[in-house]
């Protein structure tokens, strides 16, 4: 498996940016499809974006699509997720989590992630 280390979230306006990262250590990295994931108070943890293990696929909710960025640094073991024009409704602890390579599986599997960081808080005040 893969140790994950969530940083970078906070307190910020609507309308603001924030960019979180995640350290990754153990089980290859480089070949590891990431995932960004969410959970807000009452709700069910939800898909945010995901990246293939190259960096050269990438898969967005609806909900972040042209505001959200996902990215990866293999050299350096870490997966990026750049928020930008954050809304209230992006209040939420945001999680990064790590699988295995498929051809059968989307990004958005939540099942199918093995590994999750502690997660990040992020609010957004309006």
């Known amino acids: 498996q893969v140790q994950l280390v969530e940083s970078g979230g906070g307190l910020v306006q609507a309308g603001g940016s924030l960019r979180l990262s995640c350290a990754a250590s153990?089980?290859?990295?480089?070949?590891?499809?990431m995932g960004w994931f969410r959970q807000a108070p009452g709700k069910e943890r939800e898909f945010v974006a995901g990246?293939?293990?190259?960096?050269?696929?990438?898969d967005y909710a609806d909900s972040v699509k042209g505001r959200f960025t996902i990215s990866r640094d293999n050299a350096k073991k870490t997966v990026y997720l750049q928020m930008n024009s954050l809304k209230p409704e992006d209040t939420a602890v945001y999680y990064c989590?790590?699988?295995?390579?498929?051809?059968?599986?989307?990004?958005?599997?939540?099942?199918?992630?093995?590994?999750w960081g502690q997660g990040t808080q992020v609010t957004v005040s309006s």
């Open positions: 989590a790590s699988r295995a390579t498929s051809p059968f599986l989307t990004f958005g599997h939540r099942d199918a992630y093995d590994s």
């Open positions: 990246i293939n293990w190259s960096g050269t696929r990438t």
């Open positions: 153990g089980r290859t990295f480089s070949s590891s499809v």
